[in-house]
Nanobody
Framework: QVMLQESGGGSVQAGGSLRLSCALS????????LAWFRQVPGKEREAVAGIYGYGTTKYYSDSAKDRFTISQDNDKNIIYLQLNSLKPEDTAMYYC????????????????????WGQGTQVTVSS
């Protein structure tokens, strides 16, 4: 059973930074994919960034490119999402998710077909 627990959310002003963390247990890096999603009430869940296997291949949404960075510490079983130059429109609940190679290919097609999800951490950006 894979378990994920996010932390690091909070309230910041526009232009500020946050680093989100997601602690993993039971996850297999050999054929797995990890990702960060976000969701605003009343809107569909949106993929933000993803990382495949041991971290050599990454995915970023257009809104995340050049501002957000996904990384993972395989020894500590933690993935991070560094959020820089935050904007009010980045306000959302952020979730980490774990899946398979199927999830990775779906990520590039705009799908959110992941097997395991964390509880989420709220990010609020004020103008």
């Amino acid at each position: 059973q894979v378990m994920l627990q996010e932390s690091g959310g909070g309230s910041v002003q526009a232009g500020g930074s946050l680093r989100l963390s997601c602690a993993l247990s039971g996850y297999n890096y050999d054929s797995g994919c990890l990702a960060w999603f976000r969701q605003v009430p009343g809107k569909e869940r949106e993929a933000v960034a993803g990382i495949y296997g041991y971290g050599t291949t990454k995915y970023y949404s257009d809104s995340a490119k050049d501002r957000f960075t996904i990384s993972q510490d395989n020894d500590k079983n933690i993935i991070y999402l560094q959020l820089n130059s935050l904007k009010p429109e980045d306000t959302a609940m952020y979730y980490c998710a774990a899946g398979s190679y199927r999830s990775w290919y779906g990520l590039w097609q705009g799908k959110s077909d992941f097997d395991y999800w964390g509880q989420g951490t709220q990010v609020t950006v004020s103008s």
